[in-house]
């Protein structure tokens, strides 16, 4: 089947503008994931969704950071009044929740470029 | 953070076997990956340790040492595509962190020469 996607795959704004970018994850993965990687850098967590549960949301760097996911399906990670500091790749993950390790599959990542 | 250190950078030869080591300081150690990520690409999943041991999976094979808070990845019969970055990440249940959090170390860019 399909696997991870994500759109725009790039992105280009300007300081200040809000971005959202969107993850549509493999059909039937409850846990959905959100993670920025810097150029010559590893993942850093932002955010996870898992079912009903309340979101973990501890890895947003800050309140302009926000996310949203529509029951089992689509999230948007929205990015309000940008920063260049913000330039980097948003990768989106998704997994089954009864696996014995959750494998987490990745969609291509949204390359985001803040002028 | 969870403190995961990896080398920045390996080479190695077609043919040959080469180890990438990783450590890591935990609270609440609950398993640790191995991720491949080709330039420009998603990273993909390659092994799971969460026992002390070896895990084989065809070319590639993972140990784990909780309490030397140590994995090393192996590879044998470099092939040219496996050029890429190979990133270790663990899950750290103390902290408060959650079962879907995971930690990554920076990856370590393996060149694979002909």
């Known amino acids: 089947g399909a696997g991870v996607s994500q759109s725009p795959s790039n992105k280009v704004t300007e300081k200040g503008k809000d971005v959202e970018l969107r993850c549509d994850p493999i059909?039937?993965?409850?846990?959905l994931y959100w993670y920025r990687q810097r150029l010559g850098q590893g993942l850093e967590f932002l955010i996870y969704?898992?079912?009903?549960?309340?979101?973990?949301k501890s890895g947003l760097p800050s309140d302009r950071f926000s996310a949203e996911r529509t029951g089992e399906s689509v999230s948007t990670l929205t990015i309000q009044r940008t920063q260049q500091e913000d330039s980097a790749v948003y990768l989106c993950?998704?997994?089954?929740?009864?696996?014995?390790?959750?494998?987490?599959?990745f969609g291509p990542g949204t390359r985001l470029t803040v002028l | 953070g969870q403190n995961i250190d990896q080398p920045t950078e390996m080479t190695a030869t077609e043919g040959a076997i080469v180890q990438i080591n990783c450590t890591y300081q935990t609270s609440g150690f609950n398993g640790l990956f191995w991720y491949q990520q080709h330039a420009g690409e998603a990273p993909t999943f390659l092994s799971y340790?969460?026992?002390?041991g070896l895990e084989e999976k065809g070319r590639f094979s993972s140990f784990l040492s909780r309490s030397k808070g140590y994995s090393y990845l192996l590879l044998k019969e470099l092939q040219m595509k496996d050029s890429a970055s190979y990133l270790c990440a663990v899950r750290d249940l103390g902290r408060g962190s959650t079962l879907g959090r995971l930690y990554f170390g920076r990856g370590t860019q393996l060149t694979v020469w002909p």
């Open positions: 059909s039937g993965h409850t846990a």
């Open positions: 993950a998704s997994s089954l929740w009864d696996s014995r390790y959750n494998e987490q599959f």
């Open positions: 969704f898992q079912g009903n549960s309340a979101p973990d």
């Open positions: 340790n969460v026992l002390d």
